[in-house]
């Protein structure tokens, strides 16, 4: 068995489970990372990604809302895998305004 280092976000939907994840969570001594954001250590054998999603399915009632993101290392690169929904567009779309988008071109 291996440990790794695991920061979780998850945005569960309106009568989400909680209960379920933050009982899971402290099972894992998860500590706090900010407004649905958690860090632990999780002991897999080889799939950390399939090992994780029936680790949590076996506590948690995942709707089909929900949405958990996870962060970790493999093979000595960064990755995140949607463990449970998937991405939706950004808050923040449109809030930065390209240069040059407004600009006319000269008619001659």
């Known amino acids: 068995m291996v440990k790794k280092s ?6 569960l939907a309106l009568g989400g489970d909680f209960e379920g994840l933050y009982t899971w969570l402290e099972a894992k001594n ?4 900010g ?8 002991e897999l054998k080889e799939n950390i990604l399939q090992e994780l ?5 076996e506590s948690v009632k995942i709707q089909k809302k929900d949405r958990i993101y996870i962060i970790y290392r493999d093979a000595r690169k960064m990755k995140g895998n949607f463990i ?11 809030y930065a305004v390209g ?10």
């Open 35 to 42: 407004t649905g954001a958690a860090f632990f250590k999780f």
């Open 6 to 11: 695991v920061w979780m976000v998850y945005d």
């Open 84 to 94: 449970f929904g998937e991405r939706k567009r950004n808050p923040w779309a449109g």
């Open 99 to 108: 240069v040059g988008e407004n600009e006319e071109e000269e008619l001659e």
């Open 30 to 33: 998860a500590i706090e990372c």
């Open 53 to 57: 999603k029936k680790s949590i399915k």
